[in-house]
């Protein structure tokens, strides 16, 4: 079979079908119909599947192109308000305590102040919540709401800049790595990085970009390195896996000094602004956290079979509820971090410190209690790297699918189009999860080629 010929016209229309996709994607929000909705998440990512594979085989269009696309649509998404997630009035909010209050947000919650302008715009679920975030974040949050004062727009698109600004120094990261502007438009470019991260406003951009400057870094530049990762989870601990993964990589494959460098300075500014911000008193929110089990995770069907199987054995219905969910996060914990580290360590015996680190980041976003569509944008930084593998696409369109999910909540009166999403976050997804944990678990130590694939040299180790 002929291959597809490649023309200037082609790639046009397809750029501008992704940036139309997008665009409607961040104006609708989750407020269009079901129906719509998936119509819209699924031609916009597949006109970017299929954009970056024509300029795979060959760029036509410049680069120009590009990064006036990758421009334009980040500052459309800073510019338009959040439509996917309201967690961003929750961080000005925090940001606020801080400014305004001068307390802390880890020992008080948006609602020991009533009269503050901020808070009627904080989800109901976070008001009485103390904040989950590092103390980066949270210093960062309080000089930008200091700034900003009383003004919801300024704040909310203080935060959306922040991680517009982290899209696009993680495309230019992308870029410098493998000289590809391909690979930096699946990043630029990705729907999930534009809509969900810069217009919801989520920190995420911020971790994927401290992560990927980290990898791409560590073997050259540990002290850097390891003080990039120390302030990545300083933002949000969930960092701290690839971060113990890229540790041992350099342990059993690179030097003991690099690992011990790296290991030293991350833990040294970890602690040191964890005390900073209180000690165990900033530390304590994490807890309430860790309980959290989002409806897609394989976790959420688990805690209800714990329960039902203590009920059964004579225990309270409150007693068992109570039991399962303080135990799923326990063994959520273990199952992640030794699927991460077999993955890591069958990766690592042909692989280099790329690849290794994404399958670990795979591995915590398919098998971890809680975790929301932004939170694959660590993944998605580091698999732009290796934009021309099956196993990216595939995780790629994994978290296109998490993005259609969730959130999902079965509705009062339900029909056929209302149940499509929360049956395919409660029923599909799970499955889903399953399936590609296993496969990434066994494609991880099948035995190696002994030849590398034509292509593959121009793609970071």
Same mark, same amino acid.
């Given at each position: 079979?002929?291959?597809?010929?490649?023309?200037?016209?082609?790639?046009?229309?397809? !750029?501008?079908?992704?940036?139309?996709?997008?665009?409607?994607?961040?104006?609708?929000?989750?407020?269009?119909?079901?129906?719509?909705?998936?119509?819209?998440?699924?031609?916009?990512?597949?006109?970017?599947?299929?954009?970056?594979?024509?300029?795979?085989?060959?760029?036509?269009?410049?680069?120009?192109?590009?990064?006036?696309?990758?421009?334009?649509?980040?500052?459309?998404?800073?510019?338009?308000?959040?439509?996917?997630?309201?967690?961003?009035?929750?961080?000005?909010?925090?940001?606020?305590?801080?400014?305004?209050?001068?307390?802390?947000?880890?020992?008080?919650?948006?609602?020991?102040?009533?009269?503050?302008?901020?808070?009627?715009?904080?989800?109901?679920?976070?008001?009485?919540?103390?904040?989950?975030?590092?103390?980066?974040?949270?210093?960062?949050?309080?000089?930008?709401?200091?700034?900003?004062?009383?003004?919801?727009?300024?704040?909310?698109?203080?935060?959306?800049?922040?991680?517009?600004?982290?899209?696009?120094?993680?495309?230019?990261?992308?870029?410098?790595?493998?000289?590809?502007?391909?690979?930096?438009?699946?990043?630029?470019?990705?729907?999930?990085?534009?809509?969900?991260?810069?217009?919801?406003?989520?920190?995420?951009?911020?971790?994927?970009?401290?992560?990927?400057?980290?990898?791409?870094?560590?073997?050259?530049?540990?002290?850097?390195?390891?003080?990039?990762?120390?302030?990545?989870?300083?933002?949000?601990?969930?960092?701290?896996?690839?971060?113990?993964?890229?540790?041992?990589?350099?342990?059993?494959?690179?030097?003991?000094?690099?690992?011990?460098?790296?290991?030293?300075?991350?833990?040294?500014?970890?602690?040191?602004?964890?005390?900073?911000?209180?000690?165990?008193?900033?530390?304590?929110?994490?807890?309430?956290?860790?309980?959290?089990?989002?409806?897609?995770?394989?976790?959420?069907?688990?805690?209800?079979?714990?329960?039902?199987?203590?009920?059964?054995?004579?225990?309270?219905?409150?007693?068992?509820?109570?039991?399962?969910?303080?135990?799923?996060?326990?063994?959520?914990?273990?199952?992640?971090?030794?699927?991460?580290?077999?993955?890591?360590?069958?990766?690592?015996?042909?692989?280099?410190?790329?690849?290794?680190?994404?399958?670990? !980041?795979?591995?915590?976003?398919?098998?971890?209690?809680?975790? !929301?569509?932004?939170?694959?944008?660590?993944?998605?930084?580091?698999?732009?790297?290796?934009?021309?593998?099956?196993?990216?696409?595939?995780?790629?369109?994994?978290?296109?699918?998490?993005?259609?999910?969730?959130?999902?909540?079965?509705?009062?009166?339900?029909?056929?189009?209302?149940?499509?999403?929360?049956?395919?976050?409660?029923?599909?997804?799970?499955?889903?999860?399953?399936?590609?944990?296993?496969?990434?678990?066994?494609?991880?130590?099948?035995?190696?080629?002994?030849?590398?694939?034509?292509?593959?040299?121009?793609?970071?180790?």
């Amino acid at each position: 079979m002929a291959a597809p010929v490649e023309t200037a016209t082609k790639q046009r229309a397809l !750029l501008g079908l992704v940036c139309a996709g997008i665009a409607t994607l961040i104006v609708i929000g989750r407020g269009a119909p079901a129906l719509v909705f998936i119509a819209v998440v699924a031609g916009t990512f597949v006109a970017y599947a299929v954009l970056i594979r024509s300029l795979t085989r060959r760029r036509i269009i410049g680069a120009r192109a590009l990064i006036l696309a990758c421009l334009g649509l980040t500052v459309f998404a800073v510019a338009m308000p959040a439509r996917t997630s309201n967690d961003v009035y929750a961080y000005i909010m925090y940001g606020r305590i801080v400014a305004e209050h001068h307390a802390s947000p880890y020992t008080h919650v948006p609602a020991d102040y009533p009269d503050d302008p901020a808070l009627q715009r904080v989800q109901p679920v976070f008001k009485n919540t103390p904040s989950v975030y590092g103390p980066v974040f949270t210093g960062v949050s309080a000089a930008g709401m200091g700034a900003c004062g009383s003004s919801p727009l300024c704040g909310r698109m203080f935060f959306q800049m922040l991680e517009g600004l982290a899209l696009l120094g993680a495309a230019r990261l992308v870029l410098r790595a493998t000289g590809s502007w391909v690979a930096a438009a699946c990043v630029g470019l990705n729907p999930v990085m534009l809509v969900s991260v810069v217009n919801g406003g989520h920190p995420d951009g911020l971790v994927a970009t401290g992560l990927l400057t980290a990898v791409l870094i560590a073997r050259e530049r540990p002290v850097l390195a390891g003080g990039l990762l120390g302030i990545a989870a300083l933002i949000k601990v969930n960092v701290l896996l690839p971060a113990v993964v890229l540790i041992g990589w350099l342990l059993v494959r690179d030097d003991k000094r690099k690992a011990l460098t790296v290991g030293g300075t991350m833990g040294g500014v970890g602690v040191a602004g964890y005390l900073a911000a209180g000690g165990a008193r900033a530390l304590g929110p994490l807890h309430h956290a860790s309980l959290l089990v989002s409806h897609h995770s394989v976790w959420y069907a688990a805690r209800g079979w714990i329960a039902n199987a203590l009920v059964g054995g004579g225990w309270t219905q409150a007693r068992a509820a109570d039991y399962a969910a303080h135990l799923v996060p326990v063994l959520g914990l273990i199952t992640i971090v030794a699927i991460a580290l077999l993955v890591a360590g069958g990766r690592a015996r042909g692989h280099g410190l790329v690849p290794v680190v994404a399958a670990a !980041l795979a591995v915590y976003v398919l098998v971890a209690p809680y975790v !929301l569509p932004w939170y694959t944008a660590p993944l998605i930084a580091l698999l732009a790297l290796r934009w021309r593998s099956r196993t990216t696409w595939v995780l790629l369109a994994y978290s296109a699918l998490l993005f259609v999910a969730y959130p999902s909540s079965y509705p009062v009166h339900r029909t056929f189009t209302s149940m499509i999403l929360p049956t395919t976050a409660v029923s599909v997804l799970p499955v889903v999860e399953l399936l590609l944990l296993v496969t990434i678990a066994v494609t991880a130590w099948r035995p190696r080629p002994k030849t590398r694939r034509a292509g593959a040299l121009a793609e970071p180790s």
